[in-house]
């Protein structure tokens, strides 16, 4: 068996490559699980970490029966130059399942990290939203994993999130309950800082990313909402849509009592949050982004009575657009909320990149930011 690595290792050495680098580490234990079925040697031991704990992973089973998640640790290329791993992998909690995508930067090796779960919009895809947010990029200058969690069109036709319907706005929602599910699987699988979990979304995703926040704030730290609606905006289709619009139904209007009793009994922890949103947003109109700001802040008043203190708003060019800026701080200073309205901005990523769909490359960088906000946690 040492004779056969060693002839391996040098015919990778040969080539000018290093076995035991991040970017050949899957190669090699291929190579070392294919020598193990043939009867010549052990399989390689996975250095999974610890797992999650107690707490966190009780915390998700409570509407969730997880399941281990099985997939494909093959790679493609990525925009990063291939430096970590981009593993398909698929999420199943005996009722239902989702695809995903985990980008492991090749700095990680086995250490507790910060997960980021990135929630696309309508019509995208985890590979498409990971090119136009450039968060790969991000998690390997910073040293975290990102999940990319991907809807089927079997449960959406668009591929939408269904943020809008009434059994996806609670902890038991199936799409909410398996998003959470991920984190879990991925907790298994690498070592993650349980302390610093977080979510942000675009447009059907940021809806999501706010749902998710709300309903299980034990596990995620933080929010970001791009272009989003707050949560309990709609209950159906045609609520939705006015929602979007920035309207309410008539339907909705009917069923603001029994709204405001679900809300009541929804989860009342305060979880910081970052918003952006164009104020020229044809799709989504930019009151919903003030107003999931206010239920953020509304939020940290119900959790302890800690009120959350308005700093003057700021405006200020950021590449090329106007923006203002919102923040709400508690009484260490630290920003608990913080909204930022891009002035003649529309329905896209903000300094995104045109690789990817829905994206503007003038604005803040939104990412950077996103990023910024999270590790301050």
């Not at 130059?81 to 989702?98: I, K, T, V, W």
């Not at 939705?240 to 139904?249: D, H, I, W, Y």
Request: glycine share 8%; with cysteine.
């Amino acid at each position: 068996m040492d004779s056969i690595l060693s002839t391996i290792d040098r015919a990778f050495a040969a080539a000018g490559l290093n076995p035991n680098s991040a970017r050949l580490r899957s190669v090699t234990d291929t190579i070392k699980r294919a020598l193990a079925a043939a009867g010549i040697a052990s399989p390689p031991q996975a250095d999974t970490g610890v797992a999650a704990s107690a707490t966190f992973r009780s915390s998700l089973r409570e509407t969730t029966p997880l399941r281990k998640a099985r997939g494909s640790a093959t790679r493609r290329p990525v925009d990063v130059e291939d430096l970590g791993q981009f593993l398909s992998l698929h999420h199943s909690n005996g009722a239902a399942s989702r695809d995903y995508k985990l980008y492991v930067p090749a700095s990680y090796h086995g250490e507790p990290v910060p997960l980021i779960v990135m929630l696309h919009g309508c019509k995208q895809s985890p590979d498409d939203f990971a090119a136009g947010t450039r968060m790969n990029e991000l998690a390997e200058e910073h040293g975290f994993l990102v999940a990319y969690p991907a809807q089927t069109r079997h449960a959406n036709g668009a591929n939408c999130w269904n943020w809008f319907k009434a059994s996806e706005q609670n902890r038991g929602g199936e799409e909410v309950s398996l998003i959470a599910g991920i984190v879990s699987a991925v907790a298994r699988s690498h070592r993650i800082d349980e302390k610093r979990v977080f979510v942000a979304g675009l447009s059907a995703g940021a809806a999501m990313a706010v749902i998710l926040g709300a309903a299980y704030p034990e596990v995620f730290a933080a929010v970001a909402a791009h272009s989003g609606l707050p949560r309990g905006a709609a209950h159906d289709v045609p609520s939705a849509f006015a929602a979007m619009r920035g309207r309410r139904s008539a339907q909705a209007n009917a069923q603001e009592d029994d709204t405001a009793a679900k809300k009541s009994r929804w989860p009342r922890r305060g979880v910081a949050t970052i918003v952006f949103h164009g104020d020229s947003d044809p799709t989504v109109a930019v009151s919903n982004g003030g107003a999931i700001a206010e239920e953020a802040v509304s939020s940290f008043r119900e959790d302890g009575d800690l009120t959350l203190h308005k700093r003057p708003a700021r405006t200020a060019s950021v590449r090329g657009r106007d923006c203002t800026t919102t923040r709400y701080i508690d009484t260490t200073g630290r920003t608990q909320v913080e909204e930022w309205v891009v002035h003649g901005g529309s329905h896209a990523w903000f300094g995104g990149d045109a690789k990817g769909s829905y994206t503007d490359s003038a604005g803040p960088d939104a990412s950077a930011e996103i990023v910024r906000f999270f590790l301050e946690r």
